[in-house]
């Protein structure tokens, strides 16, 4: 895939259309994998992994929410490989810009990296553009842009919002590019329990306080009825006079120190040194980083 | 619940297709009990051992998806622990998981309670010490699998009877 080169604007030289270079290289590794698996099988042996490997999910529950004086914005902290739990404490709420922030359900990197990178594009816009304040609408359309670019490919879903000069905002951004701007908006494979959550209690013109409360109870309801979902609760507020609350690990319901000290911990647990087979020792010293200070001598340039 | 008593000192628990593992409990049961009217007596555990392989082989070809673990007293009074696979093969262990949670449970065992790659002093473990090992493996099961949680229930058996507890674990 093509980079952004170091130039002036940020979508200048930008590719169009999709480029489908790597799925040929994909079903290439696939079919090789697949005939390594054929031979394997036929000679006795036990087969590995046919298919490609699995990309870590964020599994996960996102929800923001449109108050009188903002934008609130939520989300679980549990990141899955299959079924199993990869990260208990991953951060799924992404900085955009001062006052733009966006929640990120899907593939782990895909959402990382799509955020980082419209983020930068971002702040190099409000260096070209006079160094005002960013809107809401500019991260939504460059989001929307690169994900239909990779037809869906790229598989991000996200909760962006924020506040800029025409008032509070919050969007939906599918994997396939499409958008919806809402009051309120759940996203992951725990959205249905978040927004049962919302379709009860919602209303327009929320205190902060209301709509952070909320906000917490939808992400609990994911944390606790979808598997997908689990351990924290993170918040950010991003409020109408620029100031932003980041609530990381706002509510821990899922401490397993508790649960650990009622348990009368067995002495078999406690492995001291010595308990596992050491063969050999080799100690080998640290070489130097490869840096060598050569004799320095200093002349003024001629220009 | 998971676990199921078959007799006084021997129970059953099952991972897999709930329908499929109430049907073989079922089966179970009635066979059970045309075996306790005809010798008089309850059924000893080894012979429930093997009387669930030869079920679960009896649909070698229509399997129940149920994977089992027997847990109960032999007729020396020692306690004896058997794995089986969806068609009946089975094995007596030391100890055996079953189910998603189990590559997370069987290595921690191989180790603690089997005593495998250790160096240090191999010693009885009493049925307390057994249990919070226990309590302790599932919480860690529960941590890593998204399917392993909410609570535990243990039945510790011996030649008295079956004592029955349960642990809660997180429910996330």
């Known amino acids: ?120 594009q971002m702040e190099l816009l409000r260096m070209n553009t006079g160094g005002g304040q960013s809107r809401v609408v500019t991260a939504c359309t460059l989001l929307k842009r690169m994900l239909f670019r990779y037809q869906g490919y790229v598989s991000a879903a996200l909760v962006l919002g924020g506040v800029d000069h025409h008032g509070p905002h919050l969007y939906q951004i599918y994997p396939h590019g499409s958008t919806g701007k809402l009051p309120y908006t759940t996203m992951g494979s725990g959205s249905l329990a978040a927004m049962a959550v919302f379709e009860a209690d919602f209303r327009d013109d929320m205190t902060e306080d209301e709509a952070v409360k909320l906000v917490q109870r939808a992400i609990l309801a994911g944390i606790f009825n979808d598997l997908g979902s689990g351990s924290n609760v993170d918040t950010c507020v991003i409020r109408s006079d620029g100031s932003v609350r980041m609530g990381r690990n706002d509510i821990t319901p899922n401490e397993v120190g508790p649960l650990r000290e009622s348990v009368r911990r067995s002495d078999v647990l406690n492995m001291r040194p010595g308990t596992t087979a050491v063969l050999g020792e080799t100690f080998v010293r640290a070489k130097g980083l490869g840096v060598t200070l050569a004799d320095v001598t200093v002349s003024e340039m001629e220009t | 619940s998971k676990l199921h008593p078959l007799t006084g000192r021997c129970v059953l628990g099952s991972a897999g297709c709930k329908t499929d593992v109430d049907q073989l409990r079922s089966v179970l049961d009635i066979k059970m009990k045309v075996y306790a009217h005809n010798h008089r007596k309850p059924m000893a555990t080894p012979s429930v051992a093997q009387m669930l392989g030869n079920t679960l082989y009896y649909k ?55 005593h495998k790659n250790r160096l240090d002093e191999r010693r009885d473990l009493p049925a307390e010490e057994v249990v919070e090992i226990v309590k302790d493996a599932f919480l860690t099961a529960g941590e890593r699998d998204i399917y392993t949680g909410d609570a535990v229930d243990i039945m510790v058996i011996t030649k008295d009877g079956i004592d029955k507890q349960t642990f809660q674990l997180k429910a996330d």
């Open chain 2, 60 to 114: 070698r070809f229509f399997p129940y998806y149920s994977f089992n673990v027997l847990a109960g007293i032999d007729s020396e009074g020692k306690g004896a622990v058997y794995s089986y696979d969806a068609i009946g093969s089975f094995e007596r262990t030391p100890f055996s998981a079953s189910g998603s949670g189990q590559s997370f449970l069987i290595p921690l065992m191989d180790n603690v309670i089997s």
């Open chain 1, 1 to 120: 895939m093509s980079e952004f080169t170091c130039s002036i604007s940020p979508t200048e030289g930008a590719p169009e259309g999709f480029s489908f270079d790597n799925v040929h290289r994909n079903a290439q590794i696939q079919g090789q994998l697949q005939s390594n698996n054929a031979t394997r099988s036929a000679s006795g042996n036990s087969s590995s992994a046919s298919v490609l490997p699995l990309a870590t999910k964020t599994g996960t529950t996102i929800v923001g929410v449109v108050y009188k004086d903002g934008v609130v914005l939520g989300a679980d902290t549990r990141s899955t490989n299959d079924t199993t739990v990869a990260d208990k404490n991953c951060e799924k709420i992404h900085y955009i810009a001062p006052n733009i922030y966006c929640c990120g359900a899907g593939t782990a990197a895909d959402t990382e990296k799509t955020t980082e990178l419209i983020s930068s």
